[in-house]
Nanobody, 121 residues
């Protein structure tokens, strides 16, 4: 049974930082690309960042580029998202996913339950 569990969300002021973590079990973690997505109220879920199985390549949405950093620890089966210079428009539920992609189109095979990030102005 595949399980993904996010943590680290919360309330932060604009300009602040948060680090999200996702613990994964039930899959051979080292075999898979991992990604973060987010969904703001009233909006569709959108891609944020992804990382290859070895961690040697990363991919970011335009909104995340330069502010967010995705990383993984294959020994601990975890993937992280370090977010800095947060803006109110970053407010969303953030989901980690065992990911797949066709070119720049990313989606998830398995999903976590999400963690809320709220950025106040």
């Amino acid at each position: 049974q595949v399980q993904l569990s996010e943590s680290g969300g919360g309330l932060v002021q604009a300009g602040g930082s948060l680090r999200l973590s996702c613990a994964v079990s039930g899959v051979l973690f080292n075999n898979y690309r991992m990604a973060w997505f987010r969904q703001a109220p009233g909006k569709e879920r959108e891609f944020v960042a992804a990382i290859t199985w070895r961690g040697d390549s990363t991919y970011y949405s335009n909104s995340a580029k330069g502010r967010f950093t995705i990383s993984r620890d294959n020994a601990k089966n975890t993937v992280n998202l370090q977010m800095s210079s947060l803006k109110p428009e970053d407010t969303a539920v953030y989901y980690c996913a065992v990911a797949r992609n066709v070119g720049s189109n990313w989606n998830g095979n398995y999903w976590g339950q999400g963690t809320q990030v709220t950025v106040s102005s």
